[in-house]
């Protein structure tokens, strides 16, 4: 077993839950399917079968290959955000921890419940079914956001909009995952359908990118680099 110290800091109250049936929450069934398996190497064979299932056309297959690599032990846990699933990487000696949160616990801001279907459909799948996100624990970067910090564009303000021109109301653009360093994979839900793009704050965005391309590489990196 990895060293948690270091989420205990992170994830406040903190805690190891190895009885599913002792948990008193609701989890999805994917999740079940997932703990009821006590040996870890089966376990990862079945997080991966999984992913790959609620992604079927391998839009997420670098994020899957890394887990094929490196992914070491996948746990549920409980903590002032909830329940989660703790998936714990090896990489090259460097421990990295990933949240992934439960879907059954999703808190969908309501300014964003109106256009949650125009996400694409197998990130719904993932959100309703698997994870409520999946990021680097305690920071809720490089990977998907939880439901609750998904928020339109027009809730910050953004100092760079003195300095470019853009052709479309933030209030309409959903923010999907953050590198934590100011770049934003977001969409764009007037459109149909809904156009991708990466929003920077100290740059003018990328327009009509490759949403699962970012994003399956961005979570990636996230993992490896």
């Known amino acids: 077993m990895f ?5 205990k800091r992170l994830l406040p109250n903190f805690r190891i839950v190895e009885n599913v049936s002792a948990l ?15 040996d870890q190497d089966e376990r990862k064979k079945k997080v991966i079968e999984t992913w790959t299932n609620c992604f079927p056309n391998q839009e997420m297959s670098n994020t899957v290959l890394a887990m094929t690599e490196f992914l070491k032990q996948v746990e549920l846990i409980a903590s002032d955000y909830g329940t989660s699933l703790l998936y714990s990487f090896d990489v090259k000696g460097k421990i990295h921890f990933r949240e992934g949160r439960n879907p059954l616990e999703k808190k969908i801001r309501p300014d964003v419940a109106t256009i949650w279907q125009a996400l694409p459909e197998p990130l719904q799948k993932f959100y309703s079914g698997l994870h ?4 680097q624990a305690g920071s809720e970067a490089m990977g998907p956001l939880p439901s609750a910090s998904i ?3 027009s809730t910050e303000e953004w100092g760079i909009l003195q300095n470019i021109r853009i052709d479309f109301d933030l209030k309409d653009v959903i923010t999907l ?3 934590g360093g100011g770049g934003y994979l977001c969409l764009n ?3 149909s359908p ?14 009509d990118v490759a949403f699962f391309d970012v994003l399956d590489e961005w979570t990636t990196m996230g993992l490896v680099d």
């Open 151 to 153: 928020t339109p564009l």
């Open 3 to 7: 060293d948690h110290t270091r989420l």
């Open 194 to 207: 809904a156009k991708s793009l990466i929003w920077w704050s100290s740059q003018a965005p990328d327009i």
């Open 24 to 38: 008193g929450a609701p989890v999805p069934e994917n999740w079940k399917s997932i703990l009821n398996i006590s």
């Open 177 to 179: 995952f953050s590198n």
């Open 189 to 191: 839900t007037a459109t």
């Open 132 to 135: 409520d996100g999946w990021f």
